[in-house]
């Protein structure tokens, strides 16, 4: 099958570069796994006009105006290879087609690797979080533990006083300075040394002394990765950010590679639902833009 544009990852960005392409009558392939970064969430905050909407119904309404457009072929699958041929046509393979075109959008996101605790994971999402932004708000000023990962830690430590009563929790992670010392104290902030065994209740923390802190959200900074091999595979250059590496880009959304545009957390050194959409809007009119020659 021969398309304008492959679009790898069918969430906010990937679906927002598509619309825009779409809208410029190009012949446009989204291929998506569906395992959208913030499925673990019930609600989205943050986004202008879909505040507190659940994320599966912001992307569903978008899906739904997205195949409105006659051109554009949606694929639920995943992309499992991406090559680019000697003619500079790309190709990929799914795990039932292969697609061809002459433009490529990565938009894959990222995965979370989480911090090791017994009950963090099936927390993540509901009362765990690692966006103040997102979920900060709806703990109505609550307790707010902060489980420290590494000395990044300490700018959620700092934050967070602006939504709730907060406890930093070590858990050998890292050791504030007297600098920092003195600043979380100015802040507030409760500082629990006792290593954390696990989580109970709603964010219920226990500590190795068996004491058990209960709080009402647990922020914590874990790690990411690219969701998608593709991006390496086709030899696309990254940077390191704090949480992981992100794709390579220039001022007008193309990775190192000829052809290729990346867009939304994939791209991106801290992402959310409007900023990914805004980076796809902006990435599909610049992959339009560099089909036509001359341009
Ligand atoms: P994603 O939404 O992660 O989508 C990537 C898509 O690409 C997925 O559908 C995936 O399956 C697909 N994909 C990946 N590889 C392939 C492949 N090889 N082939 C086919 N498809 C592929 N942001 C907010 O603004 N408000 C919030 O309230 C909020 N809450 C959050 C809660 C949690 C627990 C988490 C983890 C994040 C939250 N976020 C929130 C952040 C938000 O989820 C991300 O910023 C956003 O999803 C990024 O959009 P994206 O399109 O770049 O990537
Ligand atoms: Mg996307």
């Known amino acids: 099958m021969k398309f304008d544009a ?19 009558r190009r012949r446009i ?15 989205s905050h943050g986004f202008l006009g879909r505040d507190g909407y659940a994320p599966q119904a912001i992307a569903e309404e978008a899906k739904a105006q997205l ?25 990929v393979t799914t795990s039932s087609v292969i697609l061809n075109s002459m433009r490529l959008v990565l938009a894959t996101g990222v995965v979370d690797e989480l911090p090791a605790i017994e009950g963090l994971a099936q927390r993540w999402g509901k009362s765990v979080f690692h966006c103040p932004y997102c979920h ?10 902060v489980l420290a990962t590494g000395p990044m830690s300490v700018h959620h430590a700092m934050m967070l006083p602006d939504w709730g009563s907060v406890t930093l929790f070590l858990n050998g992670a890292f050791e504030p300075d007297e600098a920092q010392n003195q600043r979380l104290e100015e802040r507030g902030v409760a500082i629990e040394s006792m290593p954390v065994m696990k989580l109970t209740g709603v964010a219920t923390v226990e500590v190795a002394d068996g004491r058990k802190l209960e709080m009402d959200g647990l922020f914590t900074m874990g790690t990411t990765r690219m ?18 590496p992100y794709l390579r880009r220039d001022e007008l959304m193309a990775t190192t590679v ?32 560099s089909m036509i020659a001359g341009l």
């Open 67 to 91: 195949l409105a457009y006659p051109n554009v072929h949606w694929l639920a699958d995943t992309a499992v290879a991406a090559s680019k041929r000697a003619d500079d046509h790309f190709i």
């Open 6 to 24: 492959i679009v790898v990852g069918g969430s906010y960005a990937g679906m927002s570069a598509a619309l825009q392409l779409a809208r410029a």
């Open 136 to 145: 900060g708000y709806e703990l109505n000023c609550g307790r707010i533990g």
């Open 258 to 289: 000829p052809g290729v545009f990346a867009c939304g957390d994939a791209a991106r050194m801290f992402g959310n639902v409007a900023i990914s959409v805004g980076d796809g809007a902006m990435t599909g009119a610049c992959a339009h833009r």
């Open 29 to 43: 392939a989204v291929v998506d796994a569906g395992l959208r970064r913030n499925r673990f969430a019930d609600t």
């Open 227 to 244: 969701a998608s091999p593709i991006a390496g595979q086709l030899g696309c250059m990254f940077d390191d950010g704090p949480t992981g």
